[in-house]
């Protein structure tokens, strides 16, 4: 009966590890300027590099699970401009999810303050990475996480 | 005739007299403490370690024949294995009572009893996030007052040992369920150890018990 019920109902655990956001970017000169490579800030590696070349589009950078933001550093190649930081803040919060175990889920600050950066300007969506479990049959897991545009 | 009723009262007087000798009933007074061997002799084999269990009983006649009342308390405290990194030990301690209503077979040495169970527990653990990139998150969660009420029943065996030393074997199954259930506990006291289902509210255990009896003049 167990067996049977655990078949029917869809139980979405949500993140036990290190979450990830993804970062589009919509800015034609970020583009165009040859991204070298982007770092982040107290990486366990000291030198924190997360990608290299190619920059464009969409990307799913690590946050960490030890503060309340994160920074990249995007680096340029061949170009006046050397490097531009980006920050996003959010919250974490670690709880305890029937039938999965404790999972962990990064919520818009209650401060309001989104992100710090040297990009003009930046987007910032956050959305749930725990979905609710549902028993409906085929109900779909909405996690999204949190959502980062750079525009200009 | 005649003959007849020395016969019968010849056979009835065997029966009384095997009856007081080897008679079950009265009051004792029993220990189960065996639970706490396996987790300080095998600490890495089994399902909790170092802990200890101590359970009283009192076991004593009602009016009824071949029925009888048994009280027990019992005392854990102690920590459980480490299955793997995402669920790793925890501390627990807790006291539990339970009552149970037993009538004995016409084997006269196996007896069924059932009856309520309610226990008090609280338990602490920690528990780890995997951060590749940045490092480790080590977070950590302490309950208290939880609180179990659960249904037992039982067969069990009795050993004669000596005069007023008996030895109990015991199966048992018990259920229950928790009042408060925000995390999935691996062991609860007096219940032992539950499947993580059902929102882990549900409490689901059975096992092997050993209880030595002594039996009170």
Known sequence: MFISLLLLGCVFCGPQQELTVVIRSTNTLLDSAKVDSVFALNALDSIGQLVSKNITGMHSFPISLRADSTTYVYKYEGSKKTADTLTIFYEREFRYKGDCGFVVNANKPRDGRTHRSTFKKVEVRYGTYITPNSWEVGAQDTSTGIYVEIKE | MKTLVVLVAIVSLGFTTYAQQDSTRGSYLGLDVINSVPTYALPNW????????????????????????????????????????????????????????????????ISVGYGPIISFASYSGKFVFDGPTFGDYEGSFQERNNVAIGWEGYIAYDLKLG????????????????????????????????????NNRFLYSGGLSFQLYYRLP
Do not use: C
């Open chain 2, 163 to 198: 005069r007023y030393l008996s030895l109990r074997f015991l199966l048992r199954n018990v259920m229950g369920r928790r009042t408060k259930a925000s995390v999935y506990v691996q062991y609860y006291p007096g219940f032992g150890y539950t499947p993580p289902l059902l």
């Open chain 2, 46 to 109: 089994y399902y909790i370690r170092k802990t200890i269990i101590v359970e009283p009983y009192y076991h004593f006649n009602i009016k009824r024949p071949d029925a009888s009342v048994v009280i027990g308390a019992g005392f854990a405290k102690g920590s459980t294995r480490q299955y793997d990194e995402f669920d790793p030990s925890q501390n627990f301690q807790g006291a539990y009572f339970r009552a149970s209503y037993e009538f004995q077979h016409r084997s006269r040495f």
